[in-house]
């Protein structure tokens, strides 16, 4: 699911195979508008097996005829191509898609246009759309499957405006748990080296732990094996000190 209003636009999409992985791909992005321009492939049982459990995106596309039916309805169209001019054609000058993800940070609703796989867009459909965005790729051969265009666009987007992310089901420890670990990793530093090297010592792991960004479970692991650590250090010390008690008696 996104912050904003995303739609995904295929143009004379040409196989079922790649219909059914774009209609999966909406599934794991949280999009459930979907449209086919005058498409080629049909909603069959293939593109419904390739779907997954996005068939319900897939029997809920919108099947239009024109574009022009998606610019009346959004704030921004913008479409993709793997074409990038050597000449100075205005009609295809280019967005990288992270400088095209930025740029759409205030518009509402957004559509994105990905043409036929054998030959794209046309140069008419290319000029209907306010944006013109590229993939980076390797310069030999930058073409793309569809089905994987799509998927780096939404990635790319869901990274910037997705909400619910599986992501976010991993637990990040908060204030206290740093503060426990702090005192475990104190007293560790404290019984493993010299007193006037302690402070820089236990500043830098600090710092090292600090800066892992480490999750909750890591976090609490770490502090467990020093806590472990540390008692097993006291554990010692106390059989030395009697161990030295007993020589003296």
Avoid: W
């Avoid at 560790?188 to 909750?216: C, G, H, M």
């Amino acid at each position: 699911m996104f912050s904003k209003d995303i739609r995904v636009v295929l143009v004379g999409v040409e196989g079922s195979i790649n219909l059914g992985f774009v209609a999966r791909l909406c599934k794991n992005f949280g999009i459930n508008r979907l449209y086919l321009v005058n498409p080629s492939a049909s909603i069959n049982e293939e593109a419904l097996r390739f779907a997954v459990k996005g068939s319900d995106v897939l029997q809920n596309a919108v099947i239009i005829d024109s574009l022009d039916k998606i610019i009346s309805d959004v704030d921004v169209m913008a479409c993709t191509s793997s074409v990038i001019p050597l000449d100075k054609d205005p009609i295809r000058q280019a967005l990288e898609l992270k400088e095209f993800v930025e740029k759409i940070e205030n518009y509402k609703s957004v559509a994105i246009v990905f043409g036929r796989e054998s030959t794209g867009l046309t140069r008419e459909e290319l000029e209907k759309c306010h944006m013109y965005v590229h993939i980076n790729a390797f310069k030999e051969y930058p073409v793309l499957n569809l089905s994987h265009a799509v998927a780096i666009v939404l990635y790319e987007l869901f990274n910037k405006y997705g909400v619910e992310r599986s992501i976010d089901l991993v637990e990040k420890p908060d204030k206290k748990d740093f503060e426990v670990m702090e005192r475990i990793l104190l007293k560790a530093v404290s019984k493993t080296f010299p007193r006037e090297r302690v402070n820089e010592v236990y500043t830098s792991l600090r710092r090292i732990i600090y800066k892992s960004q480490p999750t909750l479970t890591e976090l609490r692991l770490l502090t467990r094996t020093l806590s472990k650590l540390v008692n097993r250090l006291e554990t010692l010390s106390k059989k030395c000190e009697e161990r030295s008690g007993e020589a003296l008696d």
